[in-house]
């Protein structure tokens, strides 16, 4: 049985470094963006940006001013055995959450959508939040994500039902129009991260598109080739717009465009989009049954994709 002792610590760790630093392929997109960027000034931005982030892993400070919406993903074994079950798990999560608010890894930004009330601790009506994946096995994984409420609430999630008659092209417009009129918002900071969900309810594919932008590794591909194809095709469509980090013209507009997909209703296809900012944050560990922690450099989310 695992104690409530360890996974409350997890959890907090998992704040912790999800505040703090991004993951090793979100590293490798930055180097790569800045090999290849041809503008001088996008070029000393990500820079700029890049080392200002990974000096703030080493200060163990926030990465960004914004530290989000506290959200958790829980891959949980069927033969998991956690202490307290799961409610003492949501209950550890609404405590860890508390103590990263005190100690600095998160800013008090969660409040009541009519009132304006600050709690002042991220906690209220379904905040944190929670998804869960049960699997074989009797282990757990953890994973935090930081979601910025630019890339959030300011275009950076967009939905709309395409009709199955304009297809894989009316499918590809919605998403670079919304990404245009995104980045004009001067919200979701540029280069993002671009999840895609197609099929399903608005409420599927809206979290389908979130889980891509947010727990798929950068360089990863959707393993049906069609949804690989539309992957490619709007990464190489999004990066020839020039807008560069924070729009001031470049070679990179996303680090990259992940698709997930759920089967749909023949009435039309549902999609979605949800950008996750440059400063793509999350943090994930595994416990075994024995009380083992083991961190992750990425979650386990899709597979290994």
């Known amino acids: 049985m695992i104690s409530r002792e360890i996974y409350e610590e997890v959890i907090f ?43 703030s892993a080493e200060l163990r400070n926030p990465a960004c001013p914004d530290t989000g919406w506290p959200i958790f993903y829980f891959k949980v074994g069927n033969e998991c055995r956690l202490e307290g079950g799961m409610m003492a798990l949501e209950e550890a999560t609404r405590s860890a959450v508390r103590r ?123 393993p049906d080739p069609q949804f690989a194809r539309i992957e490619e095709d709007l990464y190489k469509a999004l990066n020839s717009l020039g807008v560069g980090i924070m729009g001031i013209g470049g070679d990179t507009s996303v680090l990259g465009v992940h698709v997930e997909y759920a089967y749909t209703h023949i009435a039309g296809i549902c999609v979605a989009i949800s950008s996750n900012c440059m400063v793509a944050r999350r943090g994930s560990f595994r416990i075994t049954a024995d009380g083992t922690v083991e961190e992750m450099d990425s979650p386990d989310w899709f597979g290994g994709r």
């Open 13 to 55: 760790q998992a704040i912790a470094k999800g505040a703090t630093t991004i993951a090793p392929d979100i590293r490798q997109g930055f180097e790569n963006a800045i090999r290849r960027e041809t503008k001088p000034a996008a070029k000393e931005g990500l820079e700029k940006t890049y080392g200002s982030i990974l000096r």
């Open 100 to 222: 990263a608010t005190r100690e600095g890894f998160l800013r008090s930004t969660m409040k009541h959508p009519l009132t304006g009330f600050d709690p002042g601790d991220n906690i209220g009506s379904n905040v944190p939040n929670f998804t869960y994946q049960f699997v074989p096995g009797d282990s757990m994984e953890v994973t935090y994500v930081a979601k910025g409420g630019g890339s959030e609430c300011f275009g950076g999630t967009r939905h709309r039902v395409v009709a199955f008659a304009d297809g894989v092209k009316g499918i590809e417009k919605f998403v670079i129009d919304s990404f245009v009129e995104a980045t004009r918002s001067g919200g979701i900071c540029p280069p993002n991260v671009l999840g895609i969900g197609i099929g399903g309810t608005a409420n599927i594919a809206a979290n389908l598109a979130k889980e891509a932008a947010c727990l798929r590794t950068l360089g990863s591909k959707n």
